[in-house]
């Protein structure tokens, strides 16, 4: 019997390991370690070096640039963004904890039992950190259908950072255009000889092929390695009978940006030390779940308006979002902008370990 099982070894299952050292501990991924990448690992610098990640970081960046079709508005971050390296920050952060870890697709859970490709496996706490299928909760039985998590699509490539043209290497970069997607976002994150460049769709659409090529062609180069899955824009229930989701699997991926990278991991840490504060004193399965279950509605505005934003600024014309794009990017509002875009998951928020 072990005391936690965590399903999924990506940002959301590690940041839950790292808080249960001494602790018996089973993480299970149908992956290697690190092999699983999904995302453009863009990400704000002060999370990076919260979590003493540093050696992962390939690029630093100091602003933000949003291209539409009649202008570019540059924001100047108060804080660095970065671009790092999957593989070396869930293997520094899988170094410090010490977990069992095994590699098998999970199937479903029944009670306490977890069931995998290689078997089943008990654990007094079960943790879905499976990203968006939600490998563990979506099966679960339950009296009240879950809450719907609405899911967006990305698609990415790599472009040597030789071929690319027009760009500010310094920047990480978005474009809202519709020539490019109409109903969605392009993006080219420069990271060390590489460009990561990507299109996501606010919808289900599937069809990017055509709109990753009609982006890469804007900066002079050709898609290869194209690669895609789906990322969540609104926040679902974070626990799903005795199980705790966090990351992707409960929704997390902050609407309109597409950002999860850092909810996964302070929701995750949060999941943690909650569970190891219930193990240090006793406390029972439900007392936890109903504690983290607290914690994450406690925050559940913050991404209901980043929910509707996607909803309204991408039914509004071109002219209306360049004209908010602009008045958001002057100095007057910029710091306030950037403020409480970083308060919606500040680590430092969580409390003392
Ligand atoms: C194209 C694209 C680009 C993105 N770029 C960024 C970005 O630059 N910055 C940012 O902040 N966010 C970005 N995101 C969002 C970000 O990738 C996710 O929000 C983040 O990865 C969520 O982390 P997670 O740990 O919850 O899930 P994931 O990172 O998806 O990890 C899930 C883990 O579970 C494992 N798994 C899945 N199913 C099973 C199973 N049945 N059995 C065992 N293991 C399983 C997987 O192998 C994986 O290791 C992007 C998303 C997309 C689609």
Not at 83 to 100: H, K, P
Not at 151 to 157: H, I, V, Y
Not at 218 to 246: M, Q
Not at 335 to 344: D, V
Request: hydrophobic letters at 40%; glycine letters at 12%; one cysteine or more.
């Amino acid at each position: 019997m072990y005391d936690v099982i965590i399903a999924g070894a990506s940002f959301a299952g590690l940041a839950v390991a790292s808080q249960l050292n001494g602790y018996r501990v089973l993480l299970l991924d149908r992956k290697p370690l690190g092999t699983g990448q999904t995302s453009a690992c863009g990400t704000t610098f002060p999370l990076i070096e919260y979590w003493g990640l540093q050696d992962a970081v390939l690029q630093i960046h100091d602003r933000l640039i949003l291209h539409t079709p009649g202008a570019a508005f540059s924001f100047p971050s108060p804080y660095p963004w970065c671009t790092f390296d999957y593989e070396v920050l869930c293997n520094s952060m899988y170094d410090r904890t010490s977990v069992d870890f095994i590699e098998t697709t999970v199937k479903g859970v029944d009670g306490n039992r977890v069931m995998t490709s290689r078997g089943s496996y008990k654990g007094k706490f079960i943790i879905d950190a499976t990203g968006w299928r939600g490998a563990l909760s979506t099966g679960v039985k339950r009296e009240e259908p879950r809450a719907p998590m609405g899911l967006n699509f990305g698609m990415e490539c790599m472009l040597p950072t030789a071929q690319v043209s027009g760009i500010d290497r310094s920047a990480l970069h978005f474009w809202y255009d519709r020539e490019i997607l109409p109903g969605g976002v392009g993006w080219a994150f420069p990271r060390d000889g590489v460009v990561s460049v990507g299109v996501g769709s606010y919808g289900r659409s599937r069809a990017l092929h055509e709109p990753i090529s009609r982006m890469t062609g804007r900066l002079g180069g050709k898609p290869t390695g194209v690669h895609g899955t789906y990322f969540p824009y609104r926040l679902s229930d974070p626990i799903v009978e005795n199980v705790f989701t966090v990351g992707d699997a409960a929704g997390m991926c902050i609407a309109l940006t597409g950002e999860g990278i850092r909810p996964a991991m302070f929701f995750g840490e949060a999941c943690g030390r909650i569970i190891r504060r219930g193990l240090e004193n006793g406390l029972t399965l439900d007392e936890c779940l109903g504690e983290y279950s607290d914690f994450v509605r406690s925050r559940r505005k913050f991404f209901n308006v980043f929910t509707a934003a996607q909803v309204i600024l991408t039914r509004l014309p071109v002219r209306v979002v360049e004209w908010i794009a602009g008045t958001l990017s002057q100095e007057r509002w910029r710091p306030w902008l950037f403020e409480t875009y970083w308060g919606l998951t500040d680590p430092w928020e969580i409390g003392p370990a």
